[in-house]
């Protein structure tokens, strides 16, 4: 059960998505460090979603108003970043590499709230990791399923450092045009997400 926890763990967090885009900006502020708080981030708010489902949530994690609420707050957040990104983007024609770390904190608080404010992290917790249907098979006893989950997030964590340091490499081989031309991509790339989102909730 261990290793199908951590092959689930990386389906689960290998799609490229709002997060990659968003801990990619950070690379080309802050090397990997940057990368990994917002990863880091990410986990804690897919884990949060987990804990909720294994702990008996599921039915009130299925209603619709729940998944409406957070369509909005995360097409709003992503419409923000993209923003924020754009923003940053221009300031990068100035700065020499590196100029303006960003805080650890403040890019894991992003990584959190992205995990946090997206609608798909229910369906795909209560589908693909739900404690329901395995409590149901008799698959596993209580202990043995909160052990899959922390062999789950140990997993997510160690993709996490794994993802961070692949764009941290890159992100430290890169000039100033080429942070402005990620930081651009990136932008396009988060706003992307929110207005498919957006589209989704008003049903385009």
């Known amino acids: 059960m261990i290793w199908l926890a951590l092959a689930m763990a990386v389906a689960y967090c290998a799609p490229p998505g709002a997060v990659t885009a968003a801990a990619f ?8 460090r940057g990368a990994l708080a ?6 804690i708010g897919d884990a949060a979603y987990g804990a909720l489902a294994l702990g008996g949530l599921g039915a009130v994690m299925r209603g619709a108003f729940l998944r409406d609420a957070l369509g ?16 940053q983007a221009g300031r990068f024609r ?5 100029a303006g770390r960003a805080g650890f904190w403040p890019a894991f608080g992003r990584g959190a709230a992205l995990a946090l404010a ?14 329901e249907m ?16 922390a062999a789950f997030v140990a997993g997510c964590l160690g993709w996490s450092v794994l993802v961070a340091l692949v764009l941290g490499g890159v992100g430290a081989r890169l000039t100033p045009s080429g ?5 651009l991509a990136c932008a396009l ?16």
């Open 179 to 183: 942070m402005r031309a990620v930081s």
């Open 72 to 87: 909005v707050a995360g097409a709003a957040l992503l419409l923000y970043l993209a923003h924020q990104t754009f923003r």
């Open 118 to 131: 997206n609608p798909m992290a229910i369906p795909s917790w209560l589908s693909f990791g739900g404690a």
């Open 25 to 32: 900006t950070q690379a080309a502020r802050g090397g990997w």
């Open 38 to 43: 917002v990863e880091l981030g990410s986990v």
């Open 94 to 98: 100035t700065q020499a590499p590196w």
């Open 134 to 149: 395995v409590l149901r098979a008799g698959a596993l006893s209580a202990g043995g399923l909160w052990s899959f989950f």
């Open 189 to 204: 790339v988060l706003a992307g997400f929110g207005l498919a989102m957006g589209a989704a909730l008003v049903g385009v």
